[in-house]
């Protein structure tokens, strides 16, 4: 067994152990495998032992890894900001768009997707810690927003993605979350498809597990410091 498999093994044991503890299903979490910047010959070692949910940043180097890995199969998730330029490299070929935050974005992936005859799964990137480098809606903006991509008729919101503050303060950390997931909660009654909560990476997903999260997106747990991908 590789260093990667062992990370991967070890890393599912403890978010089984983790949901256990807070009194939940370990089914009801989806972990994101974060292969941005690591080659394909690794994401083939994740496959080999039964992991096929695989997350990249850049939309280039998602499309390039998803002709690479054509024929496997594989549930791709694009993670990171994306451009209106490059968004046709992701709509109606990824199963879910994490990091939607603007109309402008959303409009395009729904003439994208309409293109390619699919409805594109996609979560709205909300800033809940106001942190000025992150990306993201303000909460108060979520609702309107929503509304307004009730329009589009080839996108579908399921939920929520955010990103915690990089610190050792465990208290932000979990206000975040639980800032997100109370976002939900309210918002459900209107919106009752949204259900997803994408949150936690490799420093924090405990605290996300605790909080709620039903998507996990860790990298360097499973694959290390960052490679290039070719």
Known sequence: MTVIQKNFKKLISEIEDISKGCGRKTEEI???????????????EIIEIGHNIFGENKAQEIRDKM????????????????????????AGKTKLIHSVESEKIAREIDKRSANEGKVQDILIEVNVSGEESKHGLKPDDTQSFLKTLQDYKHIRVIG??????????????????KGLRLLRD???????????LSMGMTND??????????????????????????
């Open 30 to 44: 989806k972990l994101v495998a974060v292969s941005k910047t690591f080659p394909v010959s690794d994401i083939n």
């Open 205 to 230: 997903y405990k605290i996300a597990i605790e909080e709620g999260a039903t998507i996990l997106r860790i990298g360097s747990a499973i694959f290390g410091s960052s490679r290039k991908t070719t």
């Open 186 to 196: 309210r918002l459900q009654k209107d919106f009752p498809q949204i259900v997803e």
């Open 67 to 90: 002709e690479w890995l054509e024929g496997k199969d594989i549930e791709w998730h694009f993670i990171g900001p994306l451009q209106k330029n490059k968004v046709k490299y992701v």
């Open 160 to 177: 929520f993605m955010t990103m915690a503050p990089f610190t050792d303060d465990k208290d932000i950390i979990r206000n975040t979350f």
